[in-house]
């Protein structure tokens, strides 16, 4: 089972190792990361994806809670939450299928943020399906480098 988890913590030295490790110790590969400050700078947010059984992220929930730096934590498996992810993806071009390409970008609402004379860099905000479906997409054209942010998410409401 897929598990995000929103993790307010003070913004000190040494917080996301001892985050990471709690995780690590209980047998969870963190499938996505991402760690930035909130609109509050003494305070950041740790959105972490993992996969694994329920009970066992229940015990690390509650030994995140118990961590001095941990303000609040959010499993986000009964919530309604938003969750975006961010790629930036270096695709080949060649004359013969740049309109193929450039009518991919744009049903995918996505951005070229750079041309040059043999590839594009696109930009690609979206769920991990919407991501991965453009890549797929994109795929026989030739992909020279694939860059992925951690997902990041919200509560809604």
Do not use: W
Not at 69 to 74: A, E, L, P, S
Not at 105 to 126: H, L
């Amino acid at each position: 089972m897929r598990h995000t988890v929103s993790v307010l913590v003070e913004n000190k030295f040494g917080v996301l190792a001892r985050i990471s490790t709690l995780f690590a110790a209980r047998g969870f590969n963190i499938d996505s990361l991402n760690v930035s400050e909130t609109e509050d700078p003494a305070i950041s947010r740790m959105t972490i994806v993992v996969k694994g059984d329920y009970s066992i992220l229940e015990q690390v929930t509650k030994q995140l809670n118990k961590l001095v730096d941990v303000i609040k934590v959010n499993d986000f498996n009964n919530v309604e939450y938003v969750e975006r992810g961010l790629a930036l993806i270096k695709i080949n071009i060649k004359k013969s299928t740049r309109n193929e390409v450039l009518q991919l970008i744009e049903i995918f609402r996505s951005r070229i943020i750079d041309v040059s004379q043999d590839s594009i860099i696109v930009e690609i905000t979206g769920d991990g399906d919407k991501i991965r479906a453009f890549i797929k997409m994109v795929m026989p054209y030739g992909i020279k480098e694939t860059c992925k942010t951690g997902i990041v998410a919200l509560g809604r409401g």
